[in-house]
């Protein structure tokens, strides 16, 4: 398979570098053979693992995050794509030679033989490589829950959604432990106060026993995307 490179532009206000440009491939070109399906965590065990934390007593509730978790995972077998000349920036095209490499209407033709955004092998096998990561320090994932993921000795779980973890731990030395291990292979990023996950903003009261889930941010952008006109007068429904 030979397939496109799209460029897609986006504005993530939840990341430290929030106007972000990336060149990925066209998955809907790409015949893989194997299962790319990777188990993750549901709202519903969201929910589950949210009431565990806030019911526990002494327990907090922590995120991480990985940085470009999609990226240089080793691939069983390369995937070929295929780049306008006239949409490489110059100093690109004379690092690399690519006018002797272009073909004479224009393309630039390439070899990739670890993931990238847009394949669909790339979350499954950066996922399965996370997991043979985790595992060697005691880390497994349930095989009744998707998921959810527990160690072998120490008073810790999380719930995995791609690379966001959400993480309940009692000491801070099972934290450091798993932050740790991860920044071993992967940028981390961690919000001790755990203030959001998967989208969702929580208000942790640990003293009153309460976490508030709200979904503001998302909820504006629907309604802005459904052109919702506010009725002056409130409506019941």
Request: hydrophobic share 35%; glycine share 6%.
């Amino acid at each position: 398979d030979v397939t496109y490179v799209k460029f897609v532009c986006q504005v993530r206000t939840e990341k430290e570098e929030q106007n972000r440009t990336r060149a990925t491939f066209g998955g809907n070109l790409i015949h893989y053979p194997g299962d790319v399906g990777t188990p993750t965590a549901d709202l519903l065990l969201i929910n589950f693992f949210l009431n565990s934390v806030i019911s526990t007593n002494r327990a907090r509730f922590a995120t991480a995050d990985l940085s470009n978790f999609y990226l240089c995972t080793p691939m069983p077998r390369p995937e070929f794509g295929r780049v306008k000349l006239a949409d490489i920036p110059e100093e690109i095209i004379i690092e690399y030679n690519l006018r002797e490499l272009a073909t004479a209407d224009g393309w630039v033709y390439f070899r990739a033989d670890k993931t990238h955004y847009g394949l669909p092998q790339a979350g499954s096998l950066s996922h399965d490589l996370l997991e043979k990561r985790l595992n060697k320090e005691g880390y497994f994932k349930s095989l009744i829950v998707p998921g959810r993921w527990k160690h072998k000795t120490r008073d810790l779980q999380f719930v995995l959604v791609v690379d966001d973890f959400g993480i309940k731990y009692i000491k801070e030395e099972d934290l450091d432990h798993l932050i740790n291990t991860l920044k071993r292979y992967y940028d981390v990023s961690v919000d001790l106060d755990g203030k959001e996950f998967v989208k969702i903003e929580l208000d942790w009261d640990y003293d009153k026993g309460e976490v508030h889930l709200s979904m503001e941010p998302y909820l504006r952008k629907a309604l802005h995307q459904f052109n919702n006109i506010v009725p002056k007068k409130r409506q019941d429904s």
